[in-house]
């Protein structure tokens, strides 16, 4: 196992040198300019003929009141409806006769626009995809099915454990947080949500402040940035509303939820609070994450999946976010085996806070997840992607080009403060044909 955890090690240590060698000047051509509106623009030139244009909105759970919940996700496809003067097939048309592609997804911080097609079609691209942002036409027959598609992935979501689990883990974790809610929004509001509604959201967070347009691919930087300002001058120059992004409380005690299923498996979150992307304890504590579940030489995997043969599924995440964050580890087993397995993730971590791990297993995974990002930067779509997505975050995105030497910097020391530090009282929910022994009923 040793043997094979080295050659493991070796690769991805030629990953990472490869990947630094091919992207250095890739990092030195990144250019950012603020616009009078206060609109970011990055632009990356690469040369291939393949153009990306990412539009990042800052709109998700903390622009939401209460009883705007779902309001951000409804809006989010409904961009992609048609504008004031071409419909939505039109749309899918013209892009599709470019041979190209477009999409908009909706995240608990933000919602994400994109259009991906070859070079020579950049200006069509631009004009499409800012017609978009300014002129959404937000039909009423749109509207109305649009919601029923919601309310429809909702009922599929009930059958879907990890969809299921990832609500009542959020629901039980943060208590103040508008993280919270589910994430597809309240079945109420969705139901009840006007046209005038949508507008008036809309109105008021589609505005510059809130926008960060990145684009990668063969275009020269002075007329794409020209372009750009032409393209969305005709946003109104407001101020976007303050999001809500409350303090959230670390568990004082052990939270737990349990519901019950049909199916012959037991499936749980077990996890903890975790820094935002904001933190300088986000890179240790994704160190720190990927020992424990992420991938064939975790702990999770070794000591639970091939030695005990305790999961038929298993691993862990975290995500970077503006507010709090999470650290989450999940198993699908028997439901015999969930009470063994919770304890055998608990152990792990004990014995990390214990400064029970060695620095070979840190830098195979510090090696992993640099070898991951220079992996994941390979498309033209990737580097506008994650560029606008850090300046979205609010790190910047410089931050995300700095990244594998935040991680390289990562030391046994912080794995195991942040260990201390947040991974303390746990959050575990389950669902299962079966209430393991010990588990608080449903709510």
């Not at 004009?127 to 598609?149: V, W």
């Not at 990562?410 to 010990?438: M, Q």
Request: proline residues 6%.
């Amino acid at each position: 196992m040793k043997g094979v955890l080295l050659l493991k090690k070796a690769f991805f240590i030629i990953v990472f040198i490869i990947f630094s060698m091919t992207c250095s000047f890739a990092i030195e051509t990144v250019h950012k300019e603020i616009l009078p509106t206060g609109m970011t623009v990055l632009i990356q030139p690469v040369d291939e003929d393949i153009t990306a244009i990412e539009v990042f909105v800052k709109t998700g759970v903390m622009n939401e009141e209460k009883a705007q919940a779902g309001i951000s996700g409804l809006i989010t496809p409904l961009m992609l409806r048609g504008t004031n003067t071409v419909s939505a097939r039109d749309i899918n048309m013209e892009i599709e006769s470019l041979g190209g592609t477009i999409q908009a997804i909706s995240n608990q911080d933000y919602s994400e626009y994109y259009i991906v097609s070859t070079s020579e079609y950049f200006d069509t691209d631009l004009r499409i995809i800012s017609d978009i942002i300014l002129h959404p036409a937000f039909l009423q027959e749109e509207i109305d099915k649009e919601k029923q598609n919601i309310l429809l992935e909702m009922e599929k979501q009930q059958n879907r454990p990890f969809s299921r689990l990832n609500d009542m883990f959020n629901a039980t974790l943060y208590q103040r947080h508008p993280y919270g809610r589910p994430a597809l929004g309240v079945r109420e509001n969705i139901e009840k949500f006007t046209r005038e509604d949508i507008i008036k959201f809309y109105s008021a967070n589609y505005v510059p402040k809130n926008i960060v347009v990145s684009i990668a691919g063969k275009v020269d930087v002075k007329s794409a940035l020209e372009k750009v300002k032409t393209a969305f001058a005709g946003l109104p120059d407001s101020t976007p509303p303050v999001l809500y992004n409350p303090d959230e409380p670390k568990p004082l005690l052990w939270r737990e939820d349990y519901r019950a299923s049909g199916g012959d498996a037991g499936w749980f979150f077990l996890g903890y609070p975790a820094p935002s992307i904001l933190s300088p304890d986000f890179p240790a504590m994704e160190v720190l994450q990927l020992v424990i579940g992420g991938g064939m030489n975790s702990r999770m995997w070794i000591k639970m999946r091939e030695k005990k043969g305790l999961a038929y599924d298993l691993g862990s995440f975290m995500s970077p976010t503006i507010g709090p964050g999470r650290m989450v580890a999940f198993i699908a087993t028997t439901p015999g085996k969930v009470n063994e397995s919770r304890k055998a993730i608990l152990d792990e971590v004990r014995d990390i806070r214990q400064g029970k791990i060695t620095n070979e297993e840190i830098d195979i995974m510090k090696t992993y997840r640099i070898g991951q990002y220079y992996i994941n930067e390979e498309t033209v779509r990737s580097k506008a992607y994650n560029l606008g997505l850090y300046e979205i975050l609010g790190t910047g995105y410089q931050y995300y080009l700095d990244y594998p030497n935040l991680i390289q910097k990562v030391t046994k020391e912080d794995i195991v403060r942040v260990a201390n530090e947040y991974l303390t009282n746990p959050v575990f929910v389950v669902i299962s044909p079966k209430r393991p022994d010990g588990i608080q009923g449903e709510r």
